[in-house]
């Protein structure tokens, strides 16, 4: 039987970054949010643990490109998961609101320094062709994380404690960064391959890349763009369980909501990329731009009674919320050359940071003022909406067809 291209290994591997560094260091927050503030923190102090992850994931990825160069793809991401591993532990210890923090710092760096930045570059090195379907199978990833993990560590902490989980949690992630690192080549030739889809008589006659540079008039259009989405895409999912749990939902309905949540996802990212391959990155993201819409304006008709409205929330925003990380690589390759294309991704990915930082904590004001997070969800609706707008905007004053991107 003929082998699978290592292309595949490696997009496993990158799956694999995406469960650990993004869904164990981020999305699972929100299973955590509502056992950290029964012990007695406030909605603004459980709020501020998901800000200080954003805020040291925005940090991070200030220097994620210098630190690559550095060190390579592949010891970078083994140092960045063996941080990931780290802020759980952390949180097991005593100390408070003050331990939370801390821990959020590692969680937060590891997401910001290795996830998306050097998943992107690995499967750019790696894939000539089927780029969007490889983008989307690893970023399937995260989703995986939240449909598997959610119920597993929510039950272990009904069952033993809070600590019991954090610590469960480490071993696997401790493991799971020697085993990516095994996996993992930073390029096909290290492997004695070419990327997945170049034809053979295309390896050794390379054409000329285009330098087309995006204006600072679009970058900083795409900023404000990257902010709201980072704003929402941060904030909306971290507080999934709590709005549930606030609108007169059970923990364990919110469990199995979130894992529905999670199950979607995973769908929606690989579906997403093989619908991007297809018919452009443009007109998938304006598909789950409005998806992702019109599932923040379903929160409404969640009234702690009807169970429906509380997995039709997870049905329509984890479709949707795809988009957060397939859109970047793909937005950051049509819309600049390909020399320009990690300094562009990255430029994405910080301001995505940022809005986390300006964003992540309102809820949690929100519902300390109002007692509730319906109306948390109506402003993500109008930010998305909002990005959207900007989206088609920047494609169509800059986007680049794939015959203009060589010569």
């Known amino acids: 039987m003929k082998r699978p291209h290592y292309s595949w290994i490696i997009c496993i591997a990158c799956m694999w970054m995406f469960i650990t560094n993004m869904g164990l260091c981020s999305n699972i ?57 780290l ?25 910001g320094a290795g996830v998306i930045f050097p998943v992107s570059l690995l499967l ?40 019991t989980a954090f610590l469960t949690q480490a071993v696997f992630m401790f493991i799971s960064a020697a085993v990516i690192y095994l996996m993992i080549r930073d390029t096909p030739q290290e492997k004695g391959l070419e990327p997945y ?9 390379r054409k000329k890349i285009v330098s087309r540079p995006l204006p600072k008039q679009a970058l900083f259009v795409l900023a404000v763009m990257m902010l709201l989405v980072g704003g929402a895409g941060l904030a909306f999912s971290s507080h999934l369980s709590i709005l549930m749990v606030t609108n007169g939902y059970s923990t364990g309905i919110a469990a199995k909501a ?27 993201s304006i598909i789950l731009f409005l998806i992702f819409i019109s599932g923040c304006i379903s929160v409404l008709f969640m009234d702690g009674i009807h169970i429906i409205w509380c997995f039709i929330l997870p049905v329509l925003v984890g479709f949707g919320a795809s988009i957060y990380n397939v859109g970047p690589p793909l937005w950051a390759s049509d819309l600049t050359s390909e020399n320009y294309f990690a300094d562009l991704l990255r430029w994405l990915q910080l301001f995505y ?9 309102l809820p949690g ?31 169509r004053k800059y986007y680049i067809p794939e015959s203009e991107r060589t010569e």
């Not at 199950?263 to 990329?273: R, Y």
């Not at 509730?372 to 088609?392: D, G």
């Open 29 to 85: 927050l929100t299973v955590y949010l509502p056992f950290i503030e029964a012990t007695g923190i406030s909605g603004s102090m459980g709020s501020g643990i998901i800000s200080v992850r954003c805020l040291a994931s925005f940090l991070t990825t200030c220097f994620v490109r210098e630190f690559y160069r550095r060190l390579s793809l592949r010891r970078g991401i083994l140092i960045a998961s063996i941080v990931g591993a």
């Open 87 to 111: 802020f759980p532990i952390v949180f097991s210890l005593p100390g408070g609101i003050v331990t939370y923090y801390l821990g959020a710092v590692l969680a937060g760096a590891s997401y």
């Open 124 to 163: 750019n090195n790696w894939f000539h062709t089927h780029k969007g379907m490889a983008v989307g199978l690893s970023s399937a990833g995260s989703g995986l994380a939240t449909m598997i993990f959610s119920p597993v560590l929510s039950s272990i902490v009904t069952r033993y404690s809070l600590r």
């Open 197 to 205: 889809g170049l034809p053979p008589s295309a390896s050794g006659s």
């Open 258 to 284: 979130i894992s529905v949540f999670g199950l979607v996802l995973i769908f929606s990212k690989f579906s997403a990329g093989e619908i991007a391959d297809r018919i452009g990155a443009k007109k998938a």
């Open 353 to 361: 940071n940022f809005g986390g930082i300006v964003f992540t904590i």
């Open 365 to 395: 004001v929100i519902a300390d003022h109002t007692g509730e997070y319906k109306s948390s969800y109506q402003m993500f609706a109008a930010m998305m909406l909002t990005a959207l707008i900007i989206l088609v905007w920047a494609y």
